[in-house]
């Protein structure tokens, strides 16, 4: 109980609480039984979800979709308590949270799935046929145009880190990035940083001493940046920016140029699912050519497909980035960010190098 419970905690931590919980209902356009339809938990907003279950439903004009947009720790606990319960559960799941997801997958609330788009999906965003990555969103570098005129933007960690130091008093109190202990994405990025950054805690060490700001939304980040309040956001969703900088020509964005990590939202299907077939048939759709045209094209949010090579793609990311690139893989390897006592570390280690001015 006491190791259950600990989880829980951490996961809290990590994922969000449970603020967010809306259920829209899509009926079908052909008159079906009340209460049948694909039952979805997803973390991804209403708003963004909507063109996706439009463009399912035209192809589909018997299917409703019961969507649920929730936080992503209550599509876990969710999932698992009411299979552990003996009960049925969504038939869909598609989260933010890669390591809960695989999670979720690892200890067997999956089921495999096979149809025909899988076999060219890229090795490294799928395992085993129970969880995928539909989407590629990189890490990104944001900044106030306005502050920037006649000044050269960093482009490179070690180029941010150059510039922090050379303009402390100039920019003092204007940096912000997530506060990894309370923000799960930044805690991820950081973690990837890590790995592909030697020196990353030199960095860090210069935004605490250029006064970080340090905030659990990337919606916080992105206005203190777009009205100037705050010069520069590190390691910000690449969709979130995108969407903010179509409405505020002041947010400037910038693909770190040494290397990007890339988040994929994943989705699985799990055991205790309503039914499988509709949730296989769901997930089929989003992974197929005019599924993920339309995640391109309508949601704002880059589409991984890999024959896609229109402009908000995985395609285009890389023929723009190339080899700097980091996705994230689809693997049990993400379970270590849940691991207790790795996380502590590098939050010691964080607020540590934060301190160190």
Not at 14 to 40: L, N
Not at 112 to 128: D, E, H, L, M, T
Not at 326 to 343: A, F
């Amino acid at each position: 109980m006491k190791l259950k419970m600990l989880f829980i905690a951490i996961v809290l931590i990590c994922s969000g609480s449970f603020a967010r919980a809306e259920k829209v209902v899509f009926p079908a356009d052909i008159g079906v039984e009340q209460g049948s339809g694909v039952v979805v938990y997803s973390s991804l907003d209403t708003s963004a979800a909507r063109p996706l279950i439009k463009a399912f439903q035209n192809i589909n004009p018997d299917i409703s979709i019961f969507y649920h947009e929730l936080q992503t720790l209550e599509i876990h606990e969710r999932v698992v308590r009411e299979t552990d319960e003996g009960k049925l559960t969504a038939d869909l799941i598609i989260s933010s949270a890669m390591d809960l997801q695989m999670k979720l997958a690892n200890d067997g609330y999956a089921r495999k799935v096979n149809f025909a788009g899988i076999a060219g999906w890229p090795n490294w965003a799928k395992w085993r046929n129970t969880a995928f990555a539909l989407t590629f969103e990189p890490a990104v570098m944001i900044y106030h145009k306005p502050s920037f005129s006649g000044v050269e933007i960093p482009k490179t960690r070690a180029a941010l880190s150059e510039f922090l130091a050379s303009n402390n008093n100039a920019f003092y109190g204007r940096i912000a990035t997530y506060d990894i202990e309370r923000a799960g994405l930044g805690f991820l990025f950081l973690a990837r940083d890590e790995e592909h950054y030697r020196d990353i805690w030199q960095l860090v060490q210069m935004m605490g001493s250029s006064g970080v700001k340090l905030y659990s939304k990337s919606s916080a980040i992105l206005q203190r940046v777009s009205d100037g309040r705050s010069a520069i956001g590190y390691n910000i969703l690449g969709s979130y920016a995108k969407s903010w900088a179509e409405h505020n020509p002041d947010l400037g964005i910038i693909l770190p140029t040494d290397h990007t990590v890339v988040m994929s939202r994943i989705a699985l299907i799990p055991e205790a699912a309503r039914s499988h077939e509709l949730g296989r048939k769901f997930l089929s759709f989003l992974m197929s050519m005019p599924g993920q045209e339309v995640m391109a094209k309508k949601t704002g949010i880059r589409a991984l497909h890999p024959q896609l090579s229109d402009e908000n793609t995985a395609s285009a990311l890389r023929q723009q980035a190339g080899n700097k690139l980091r996705p994230i893989p689809v693997s049990p390897g993400l379970l270590v960010y849940l691991d207790q006592v790795k996380r502590a570390r590098l939050i010691e280690r964080w607020n540590k190098a934060l301190r160190n001015r």
